[in-house]
């Protein structure tokens, strides 16, 4: 985006951090005006939004929660995963994407990624389906859609449910299918690090009508109320079905969501333009990975990964340590979910047990890449790791 264009009050010349929101005045405009509204919560912007998001991932709905990890929640709620389940997860991701399979009682069974694309390994997956798998979760990691036809392959055969955890991926595509309308069930994520922000927030889209009431009534409550039984009962009454809870959002943030979402077609080109400027930036450092599009995909970039190789002088350590101390609110993404002391110590799980997200995870390091980021400040980043790296 043109620099002249950027939103209001950036109070953050430094750091410069890894990822930041984008509002301008008409988000602003489209919030204040549903506050001055009657319906606040549970009003008509929900139904909008959902519609909106269904219409552009390309499925016949979406269930808008009050967070990404609500929705994962919510996704596997609507797939019955239960106690005795096995889902099947890559262990690089943010830790929500195996913790909704503990929500419901069951097991996650964690498995390691391919070095290339940074998402599940098939063989792995493979491996590890057995007569009590239920669902497999691929992770579009930085936005970089899983091999999701392979994954399809191996779900017909063996009769599971695939959950997309895409709160990288809102825009991305595989083979120009967009993701979303890919796996059963697609889990985004709106908060403010993400391709568009509702503040806290996420959704669901499907195409399955069983999958979609079901997230209905799990964002409220397990409540189901229809006209037959207002007929039969009377206009107040209701049923409670199943187990829900209040992960309902806001109708002030599902306007902050509808006016986000006429954005992101120039939200992704930015992040694009932004991961070209760098890998060409970077190109001749060869101590470094660079993040790459697999054949057939189209990235968002939620993040901008890079890794160190084996001919780096330098530790990663080193070199996150010294953007940090020249302004640069550089991260790592993530650490593997089996190395957290709860995987560990219900599961067993130990350092070696998955060698190749270990060793992605020992040498990457995320540098900035939002829409807002100004081009001074692009290449303020570019000179510091030219400069660390030489
Ligand atoms: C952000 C994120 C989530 C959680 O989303 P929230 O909206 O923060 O609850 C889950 N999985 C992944 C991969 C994420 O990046």
Redesign the pocket.
Known sequence: MDDKKRPLALHYQKPIPYTHHYIDQKDIVEVTSVLKSDWITQGPKIREFEQKLANYVGTKYAVVFS??????HGACAACKIGPGDEVIVPTL??V??ANCVLYMGATPILVDIDSDWLTIDIKAVEKKVGRNTRAIIG?D?AGLPAKWNLLRRIADKNKLILID?A??ALGSKLKNKRIGSIADLT?F???P??IITTG???AVTTSNKIFYERLLRFRHHGILKNEKLNKKYGAWYYEVQDVGYNFRITDFQAALGISQLTKIDKFIKTRRRIWQKYNHAFSRIDELILPREQNGCFCAW?IYPIRLNDRAKKSRRQVFDFLRKAGIGVQVHYIPIHLFNLYKHKFGYKRGDFPVTEKYYDSALTLPLFPALKLAQQDYVIRKVKEVLK
Do not use: I, N, R, Y
């Open positions: 967070s990404g990890t609500a929705a994962l991701s943010f929500a994407s992770v990691f955890d709160s990288h889990v994520s709106f908060h690090a993400k806290e927030g996420g939620h």
